[in-house]
């Protein structure tokens, strides 16, 4: 196996660590190896839709980076037919987007809100 070295917070070092506990795993190496995977498989089946399509995308963010967040929306107001904001503990937003479109914007919408480092958590659901 290649040996790699990455970067990464204390505190998500302390989460893996309690995940690994938690869950089993036998090391670190395991539970990233796991969920690189799972982000893997995620984005395979990202890919595979096709076509018209509705969804919910969830977000979870720092409320400094509400300004990150409306400016990527704008760019996709033609897809997003309903938005909802909502303040969390902790100075975190959560934001749920109801979208209706082509898949392949779907998707790019996806990707600049995954790929602007910004959010905590991001999730895609197509239905």
């Known amino acids: 196996m290649t040996v790699i070295s990455i970067s990464i917070s204390k505190k998500l070092l302390e989460e893996i ?3 690994k506990d938690e869950m089993g795993f036998s090391s670190r190496s395991d539970i990233i190896r796991t969920a690189s995977r799972m982000l ?3 984005k395979r089946k990202e890919m595979d839709i096709k076509g ?3 969804g919910v ?3 979870i963010h720092k409320r400094e980076v509400e300004d990150k967040v409306n400016n990527i929306k704008h760019d996709y107001e033609d897809i997003i037919n309903t ?3 909502s303040h969390l503990k902790n100075k975190n937003c959560l934001e749920i987007f109801i979208l209706e479109g082509g898949a392949e914007k779907i998707r790019e919408l996806t990707s600049r809100f995954r790929n602007c480092g910004k959010m905590e958590h ?3 659901i197509i239905i």
């Open 83 to 85: 938005q909802i904001h």
């Open 57 to 59: 995308l969830f977000l």
């Open 122 to 124: 991001l999730k895609l």
């Open 40 to 42: 893997i498989d995620e």
């Open 17 to 19: 660590d309690a995940l």
């Open 52 to 54: 018209e399509v509705n």
